[in-house]
């Protein structure tokens, strides 16, 4: 088992002109497109991010789970057609509660990811054995109630496992039905090249948003391939201290100002700017907010409100690298 540090956590035409190289054109974009494809499924580009449903920030079960199952609900009536999770948020909390509102139905792109371990609330493992993930595909779809998993990420890659083993076990599980399309959680560059040399790779999460550009790679490679992206913790609710924290959102305020709108949804809509076929998976337990997200991919943003974005973000920040053990709680840099 490998120890890992606390991570946590064929697409439409392209509308927009904008990349995650940060190369914007000059002028205005058009709209950003409301909806892409993803593992077969026409989605909004926000989907929801589901370790909120856990008692806490995915540990954990609620102390009445039918406040999650209320919430879950909500989301699909605010128009919410993705739901993402992974096993090991609860650890298996999640999926039991989505397992309980959504079920098989085949309206709603449930994906989940599996190769994590969750030993402890602070502690998180990977582990990439054949066995053991297919002993954890087959204990996803009893606990999410289906019978199939339409994208099934691999959490993690593990180094001490052949990648062509890890994926080979998911290939197989997709081939008896039990997996609809393979995707990839935080890969770098040289493991996603790796892995689309042995297997169709369906999407990749990964962390991004205006303030976490690191992954700006990754996405130009699948950009390249036709390969949706997904932005997880797109908000930046965690991952700065607090000093940094509110000059990031004092940074976005003129762009919230001019479109009469929120930070959370101008940061929103830098990602569809910036990935023009990308997803954000936004976790909330209020669901005025999942409509707010929504509404985010209907802001147009001009290429220099880009630009500028990026720019007023990247003073903002002063050096510091974006990570998720930062709290804004917290004034310390270290």
């Given at each position: 088992?490998?120890?890992a540090?606390?991570?946590?956590?064929?697409a439409?035409?392209?509308?927009a002109?904008?990349?995650?190289?940060g190369?914007?054109?000059?002028?205005t974009?058009?709209?950003?497109?409301a909806?892409?494809?993803?593992?077969g499924?026409?989605?909004?580009?926000?989907?929801?991010?589901?370790?909120?449903?856990?008692?806490?920030?995915?540990?954990?079960v609620?102390?009445?789970?039918e406040?999650?199952?209320?919430?879950?609900?909500?989301a699909?009536?605010?128009?919410?057609?993705?739901?993402?999770?992974a096993?090991?948020?609860g650890?298996?909390?999640?999926?039991?509660?989505?397992?309980?509102v959504?079920g098989?139905?085949?309206d709603?792109?449930?994906?989940?990811?599996?190769?994590?371990?969750?030993?402890?609330?602070?502690?998180w493992?990977?582990?990439?054995q054949?066995?053991?993930?297919?002993?954890?595909v087959?204990?996803?779809?009893?606990?999410?109630?289906?019978?199939?998993?339409?994208?099934?990420?691999?959490?993690r890659?593990?180094?001490?496992?052949?990648?062509a083993d890890?994926?080979?076990?998911?290939?197989?599980?997709?081939?008896?039905?039990?997996?609809?399309?393979?995707g990839?959680?935080?890969?770098t560059?040289?493991?996603?090249d790796?892995?689309?040399?042995?297997?169709?790779?369906?999407?990749?999460?990964?962390?991004?948003?205006?303030?976490?550009?690191?992954?700006?790679?990754?996405?130009?490679?699948?950009?390249?391939?036709?390969?949706?992206f997904?932005?997880?913790?797109?908000?930046?609710?965690?991952?700065?201290?607090?000093?940094?924290?509110?000059?990031?959102?004092?940074?976005?305020?003129?762009a919230?100002?001019?479109?009469?709108?929120s930070?959370?949804?101008?940061?929103?809509?830098?990602?569809?700017?910036?990935?023009?076929?990308?997803l954000?998976?936004v976790?909330?337990?209020?669901p005025?907010?999942?409509?707010d997200?929504?509404?985010?991919?209907?802001?147009?943003?001009?290429?220099?409100?880009v630009?500028?974005?990026?720019a007023a973000?990247?003073?903002?920040?002063?050096?510091f690298?974006?990570?998720?053990?930062?709290?804004?709680?917290?004034?310390?840099?270290?």
């Amino acid at each position: 088992m490998t120890i890992a540090p606390s991570p946590t956590e064929t697409a439409a035409p392209a509308t927009a002109t904008t990349t995650a190289a940060g190369s914007e054109a000059s002028g205005t974009t058009t709209p950003t497109a409301a909806e892409t494809l993803l593992a077969g499924h026409r989605v909004p580009r926000v989907g929801l991010g589901a370790a909120r449903l856990t008692a806490g920030d995915g540990w954990g079960v609620p102390a009445d789970p039918e406040v999650p199952r209320a919430l879950l609900r909500a989301a699909l009536d605010a128009g919410i057609r993705y739901v993402d999770t992974a096993d090991a948020l609860g650890p298996g909390v999640s999926e039991g509660i989505i397992g309980d509102v959504i079920g098989n139905r085949d309206d709603i792109l449930v994906s989940t990811k599996v190769g994590m371990l969750r030993p402890a609330q602070d502690r998180w493992g990977i582990l990439g054995q054949p066995d053991y993930l297919r002993h954890a595909v087959h204990a996803s779809l009893h606990r999410l109630g289906r019978e199939r998993i339409d994208l099934l990420f691999l959490h993690r890659i593990d180094p001490d496992v052949p990648l062509a083993d890890q994926l080979g076990a998911l290939a197989e599980l997709r081939d008896q039905g039990k997996i609809g399309h393979i995707g990839l959680s935080e890969p770098t560059l040289e493991q996603l090249d790796a892995a689309l040399a042995i297997e169709p790779i369906a999407a990749v999460q990964s962390l991004y948003n205006v303030a976490a550009r690191e992954n700006a790679p990754v996405i130009e490679r699948l950009g390249e391939r036709a390969i949706p992206f997904i932005a997880y913790w797109p908000l930046i609710g965690r991952g700065l201290p607090a000093e940094t924290h509110a000059r990031v959102f004092a940074a976005l305020e003129p762009a919230a100002r001019a479109h009469r709108t929120s930070v959370q949804s101008i940061a929103l809509a830098w990602i569809f700017h910036t990935v023009p076929d990308g997803l954000a998976v936004v976790g909330s337990r209020n669901p005025a907010h999942l409509r707010d997200n929504l509404e985010a991919t209907a802001i147009t943003l001009s290429a220099e409100e880009v630009t500028g974005i990026s720019a007023a973000v990247a003073q903002a920040l002063d050096g510091f690298v974006f990570h998720p053990r930062h709290s804004p709680h917290s004034a310390s840099r270290a």
